[in-house]
């Protein structure tokens, strides 16, 4: 007679009460499902086709302060068990470890999940194999329409959907699901020998909100060309204004200066920042996990507890940190429902959906009122210390000259303190809340930049 089929639930109750029968004092599990498909194409033929269907659970077992991780992709009833059992066995020898616990029924009790609120992250509807194809060919074909565009690198489409389901010995259980859908295209133009490329992409959770491939393809085709001729600027201090698309990089700095594990151990920059003015005034962070439709939204962290919308930064002024549950206990403050969890090794703090809050002026007014300075559109290589503050990035993009685009700028270097950096931030009003980190176009007073 052949065995019952464990659902996901059992999976999960199974792994738990097995571990506590073997002498764990507390547990939680995480449970993981996703498949998709992904197709590549360059030149009108289809180059790549990837399918995929992934399933992992993951248990954490405490034995009072010692704990250990597992992982695996087994789903019979014996091979779990023995999962669990070697987890506990494991935690018996494993070191102390004061800091971490999983939330008690009084903690879930205070951080409730928000059930009223509706962040539409999964949609039910599954693209047809030729629907993501028809995705890759549009946005290719419409690229290379463009005169002076001579060659692809490729067009990517996908879509993707999981769902994560989490347990804990202390009653806690909840289920997420999401899905994505997205479209890409890199393009070159050569002039003189030199070939030059760029991009364009729109991702969503629901495919009905993916940009028209044709705009993609047109707008990645419009890149490209204008960063022929580029050459490098001339060294010396300027003001640098971030386009939206590598300004989000400046919002995930302020996260990490602020993560509660690293402000736990004493390795950011902003350790002792706390209420204290930390950037322009015009600077306000928030994260926000029930942003509709939000790329990273969700009702519950990775310890259970319910989310809720933080103000990270307020006019300037750091209002918190990023928190889980053990970075809480070592800083003496409650938790924020900031945990990220993978499915082995332990939570730690991080966002959902972060929002640098967009200023009053329009990016067009924030870049005529700069007399010489640089638009950056793309950076690479990264030399950014959390500890120090100290950042340096290659760079390249648009030299402005008395508030207009003059000349592509290629090979650059950008150089500051975050500390001074921050200070000086002037945000602009077109946010696009399509990414999991959102930011405006940011202007900088003075940065050092290299080049000839």
């Known amino acids: 007679m052949c065995a019952q089929k464990l659902n996901d639930k059992d999976i999960m109750n199974l792994l738990i009460e097995t571990a506590i029968s073997n002498g764990a004092t507390a547990a939680d599990c995480v449970l993981s499902r996703s498949r998709g498909v992904s197709l590549t194409r360059r030149l009108g033929k289809d180059e790549n086709i990837e399918r995929y269907e992934d399933f992992d659970t993951g248990l954490r077992v405490f034995?009072?302060?010692?704990?250990?991780?597992?992982?695996?992709?087994?789903?019979?009833?014996?091979?779990?068990?023995?999962?669990?059992?070697?987890?506990?066995?494991?935690?018996?020898?494993?070191?102390?470890?004061?800091?971490?616990?999983?939330?008690?029924?009084?903690?879930?009790?205070?951080?409730?999940?928000?059930?009223?609120?509706?962040?539409?992250?999964?949609?039910?509807?599954?693209?047809?194999?030729?629907?993501?194809?028809?995705?890759?060919?549009?946005?290719?074909?419409?690229?290379?329409?463009?005169?002076?565009?001579?060659?692809?690198?490729?067009?990517?489409?996908?879509?993707?959907?999981?769902?994560?389901?989490?347990?804990?010995?202390?009653?806690?259980?909840?289920?997420?699901?999401?899905?994505?859908?997205?479209?890409?295209?890199?393009?070159i133009a050569e002039k003189d020998g030199k070939m030059e490329r760029d991009y364009d992409y729109s991702s969503k959770v629901f495919g009905e909100d993916l940009t028209n491939s044709k705009k993609i393809g047109l707008e990645a085709a419009k890149k490209t060309l204008a960063r022929i001729g580029a050459k490098k600027p001339v060294t010396g201090k300027y003001p640098v204004v971030f386009d939206p698309r590598v300004s989000r990089s400046m919002a995930s700095h302020f996260a990490s200066a602020i993560n509660g594990s690293s402000i736990a151990r004493k390795t950011s920059f902003l350790k002792d920042m706390l209420n204290q003015q930390i950037a322009n005034k015009s600077i306000s962070l928030v994260d926000d996990p029930f942003l509709k439709r939000g790329l990273a939204s969700r009702l519950f962290d990775g310890e259970g507890l319910g989310s809720s919308k933080n103000l990270l930064i307020n006019e300037g002024v750091l209002q918190q940190w990023l928190l889980d549950l053990s970075s809480a206990k070592q800083l003496n403050m409650s938790p924020t429902g900031n945990a990220k969890r993978g499915i082995s090794g332990p939570p730690a703090p991080g966002i959902s959906n972060l929002i640098l809050m967009p200023g009053e002026v329009t990016p067009e007014k924030l870049i005529s009122n700069v007399s010489e300075g640089f638009y950056v559109t793309d950076m690479i290589g990264s030399s950014v210390s959390m500890v120090t503050g100290d950042y340096s990035r290659g760079a390249s993009g648009f030299w402005i000259k008395n508030g207009e685009f003059s000349d592509p700028i290629t090979e650059a270097t950008i150089a500051g303190n975050l500390k001074e950096m921050f200070m000086t931030l002037q945000p602009a009003n077109d946010i696009d809340y399509s990414h999991s980190i959102n930011c405006p176009t940011l202007l900088i007073e003075g940065m050092t930049i290299a080049g000839n």
Not at 77 to 82: G, L, R, V
Not at 103 to 109: F, I, T
Not at 148 to 155: C, E, F, Q, V
């Open 63 to 187: 034995v009072d302060n010692k704990i250990a991780s597992v992982s695996t992709n087994e789903n019979s009833e014996n091979a779990i068990k023995d999962v669990a059992k070697r987890a506990v066995e494991m935690a018996k020898i494993a070191p102390q470890d004061e800091f971490s616990f999983i939330a008690d029924k009084e903690m879930l009790h205070e951080f409730p999940l928000n059930n009223k609120a509706i962040i539409d992250s999964y949609d039910e509807v599954e693209p047809s194999i030729d629907i993501i194809r028809d995705r890759a060919s549009e946005v290719e074909d419409a690229a290379l329409g463009v005169k002076g565009i001579t060659n692809s690198d490729g067009a990517d489409a996908s879509w993707g959907e999981g769902e994560t389901l989490l347990m804990t010995s202390n009653g806690f259980f909840g289920n997420s699901k999401k899905s994505n859908h997205s479209v890409s295209v890199v393009v």
